[in-house]
């Protein structure tokens, strides 16, 4: 049987990691060739390159520190020169950096990386794969609830870096319609990664918004965006899917 995305080429940055880890799984699961991007981890990336080549994909790691400017441009390039095309584009690199708009000690310099990775590292990735996409390509970007709905303190910035990522890629979808390339976000609910860890003490609060009381498995935000990145979904752009468990 064929596989809904046999021959694709994807990208999936943040990949060495995480939720990425488990996409870039989901999309080889899929029939798809699958590059990722790391920061600073090679022996990881490696090790998830060498699990997806086992299901019979291509698969490669690229070094990429997309809150530098010129990063998101070269990783595509990199990409395309390595399997030829680009047909998939997962932004799924974030970090997450709590404080208080009011702390006086915090480290301006730091908050402000947060916005160089989540929102503009996001938009220089779209720009550059927005060149090279071909007819009926995607778009996915992972986002997060608080955009709509902050339900504890500290996390100002990091809600609007992902506030600013669902405009973004609405405005996006617009623009590249005409070659049928679809931009979406799929919302990520609470779930057991490295990201969340600074979180833990509020989980209580976190799950207790959720209408299914219990943080996300990798896999489930996973099956959303292949969902989103497969022809069954080329009718969807400009929206955001919540893969939540309810939050609200």
Same mark, same amino acid.
Do not use: C
């Given at each position: 049987m @064929?596989?809904k995305?046999?021959?694709?080429?994807?990208?999936?940055?943040g990949?060495?990691? $995480? %939720?990425?880890v488990?996409i870039a799984?989901a #999309?080889?699961?899929?029939?798809?060739?699958?590059?990722?991007?790391? =920061?600073?981890s090679?022996e990881?990336a490696a090790? *998830?390159v060498?699990?997806?080549e086992?299901k019979?994909?291509?698969?490669?790691?690229?070094?990429a520190?997309?809150?530098?400017?010129?990063a998101?441009?070269?990783?595509?390039?990199?990409? =395309?020169?390595?399997?030829?095309k %680009?047909?998939?584009? *997962?932004n799924?690199?974030?970090?997450?950096l709590p404080?208080? !708009?009011d702390d006086?000690?915090a480290d301006?310099?730091?908050?402000?990386?947060? +916005?160089?990775?989540?929102?503009l590292?996001v938009?220089?990735?779209?720009r550059a794969?927005?060149k090279? #996409?071909g007819?009926g390509?995607?778009i996915?970007?992972?986002g997060?609830?608080? +955009?709509?709905?902050?339900?504890?303190?500290?996390?100002a910035?990091?809600?609007g870096?992902?506030?600013? !990522?669902v405009?973004?890629?609405? $405005?996006?979808a617009?623009? #590249?319609?005409a070659?049928e390339?679809? !931009?979406? *976000?799929?919302?990520?609910?609470?779930m057991d990664?490295?990201?969340a860890?600074p979180?833990?003490?509020?989980?209580?609060i %976190?799950t207790?918004? #959720? @209408?299914?009381?219990?943080?996300?498995?990798?896999e489930?935000?996973?099956?959303?965006? =292949?969902f %989103?990145a497969?022809?069954a979904?080329?009718?969807?752009?400009?929206? *955001?899917?919540?893969?939540d468990g309810?939050y609200?």
């Open positions: @064929t596989k995305l046999e021959g694709k080429v994807a990208l999936v940055t990949g060495s990691r $995480g %939720l990425g488990e799984r #999309l080889a699961d899929e029939g798809a060739n699958v590059a990722i991007s790391y =920061v600073a090679e990881k090790a *998830v060498r699990e997806i086992r019979g994909v291509r698969a490669a790691a690229f070094q520190d997309q809150g530098q400017q010129d998101p441009q070269r990783l595509v390039d990199a990409v =395309v020169k390595r399997f030829g %680009l047909d998939i584009l *997962v799924n690199a974030a970090i997450s404080s208080r !708009v006086p000690n301006i310099d730091t908050m402000e990386r947060q +916005w160089q990775v989540n929102a590292g938009v220089r990735t779209i794969a927005a090279v #996409l007819q390509g995607r996915v970007t992972i997060s609830g608080v +955009w709509h709905r902050v339900a504890f303190p500290g996390v910035d990091y809600a870096t992902k506030g600013a !990522v405009s973004y890629s609405k $405005g996006a617009r623009d #590249l319609a070659r390339i679809t !931009v979406n *976000v799929v919302d990520a609910g609470v990664t490295d990201m860890a979180y833990l003490d509020v989980r209580p %976190l207790s918004n #959720l @209408t299914i009381q219990r943080v996300g498995r990798l489930e935000i996973a099956a959303a965006v =292949v %989103l497969s022809p979904a080329s009718y969807i752009t400009g929206v *955001v899917l919540a893969a309810g609200g």
